[in-house]
């Protein structure tokens, strides 16, 4: 009680102090800034003008986004063993940021939206940053709506969309997406979809197709709510629509990690089904070594669909006609869930942001994915997107030679 009585007094004596301070000041009597707010010429001298230049004209100027590549150890996590961008890597990431995702928001939701939600910094770091105590590594940050970190941008390949999306741009836009959530939240009936079915702990250990089956697009969605709702919106984002169905499709599925299946077992059934004699549900589509001796006890860990099986849990047991049984064990229809996020999603990007999700999924995978002058995809001889970035048109150039030409024009102004 008298801890409490002294800290009244005392919050009623600054009060006083605080009433008597703001009582004598007026704004004749405020001092200049103690910040230096002198805008810096850039150095036309140095190699990284041109790149300097580039941000400042595309994010500094019109959103007032400061694009750091020459690494920040202030700002940086130093509890990672990270190094910088090379130069030749900032330039291609700085481009296809302006490409894949500042051109298409300010096209398609406004300028006024990306002045207003745009981070402040985004701050680019040369290496992964990995977390050895669990085993998985961080793609991106966002902290406070302001500022969000880009990992391992040494290693960007323009050549392969769907790396770039897993590693860049899939990151971007789920921290993005945070930054939008953070300003207004999600609908609280989503935390409620998979309440109970969350795993904050070992996510990274659940494959891909269990996570689906269990209504989640990603094994990191199914981490924890908040990452589940951006992960939502980044995944169908960047994810061609060929890929997206067959997500969905997987979906439908109950799905099982067996870790004790034996490696003679799993060789003899993958024998039968690559000669066309069994069917891949039965068997397995993943496989990783589980444990090792050497010997005979060398057992393998399979991903596969909840079928109808022996007492053993080895065989299929087919129905009277030879079909495989599927069985939906978890009572969860993993397409219907994640069509619900989604559909929740998109009503809340629509209400709040005159966000329409559709419009800025399809310019991204218009700007990933060749098309023709009808804005129709082509696909290759084996019915694939092909890379919109990297085709060697009928000049000899590619559309990112046409992207990294707007930062070598300012080497012009060097002369």
Partial sequence: MNRIFVNKLLIAAFTVFLAGSFASCSEEDLDATIFDTTEYPLDRTS??????????????????????????????????????CSYDQSVNLAVLCKYLWYDVYK?????????????????????PAYNPSSGTEVLGTAEGGLKITLYNANNLYADNIDYMNEYFFKTMHHEFS????????????FDLISNGKYNTVSWNDTPDSVALGQGFISPYASSQAREDW??????????????????????????ELVTDV?????????????????NRDSVGY??????????????????????????????????????????????????????????MVREWL??????????????????????????????????????????????????????????????????
């Fill in 230 to 255: 951006v992960e939502v919106i980044a995944n169908y984002i960047v994810k061609d629509t060929v890929t997206w169905k067959r997500a969905l499709s997987t979906a439908q599925y109950d799905w």
């Fill in 286 to 343: 993943f496989v990783r070594v589980s444990s090792t001796s050497g010997g005979e006890d060398e057992t393998y860990a399979i991903q596969r669909k909840v079928i109808q099986r022996d007492a053993d849990n080895r065989y299929a047991v087919p129905d009277a006609e030879g079909n495989i049984v599927f069985v939906k064990s978890s009572g969860i229809d993993g397409r219907a869930v994640i069509q619900q996020k989604l559909d």
């Fill in 350 to 415: 629509k209400t709040y942001f005159d966000y329409d999700l559709e419009k800025v999924r399809m310019a991204v995978q218009r700007r990933q994915w060749l098309t023709d002058a009808d804005g129709n995809f082509i696909f290759d001889n084996n019915g694939n997107f092909i890379n919109n970035l990297t085709y060697v048109r009928a000049d000899g150039t590619t559309l990112l030679d046409e992207l990294r030409a707007e930062v070598e024009k300012y080497k012009e102004l060097q002369k």
């Fill in 47 to 84: 190699i990284t003008f041109p790149l300097d230049t580039f941000v400042k004209k595309n994010f500094l100027e019109p959103y007032n986004l400061r694009y750091l590549y020459k690494m920040q150890d202030i700002g940086s996590d130093m509890s990672y063993n990270l190094v910088p």
């Fill in 262 to 278: 034996d490696a003679k077992h799993w060789t003899r059934c993958n024998a039968q089904v690559l000669a066309g004699l069994a």
């Fill in 107 to 127: 096209d398609n939701v406004g300028e006024k939206f990306l002045k207003i939600y745009s981070p402040r910094i985004i701050h680019v770091i040369g290496s």
């Fill in 178 to 189: 945070h930054i939008l959530n953070q300003n207004f939240n999600r609908p609280t009936e």
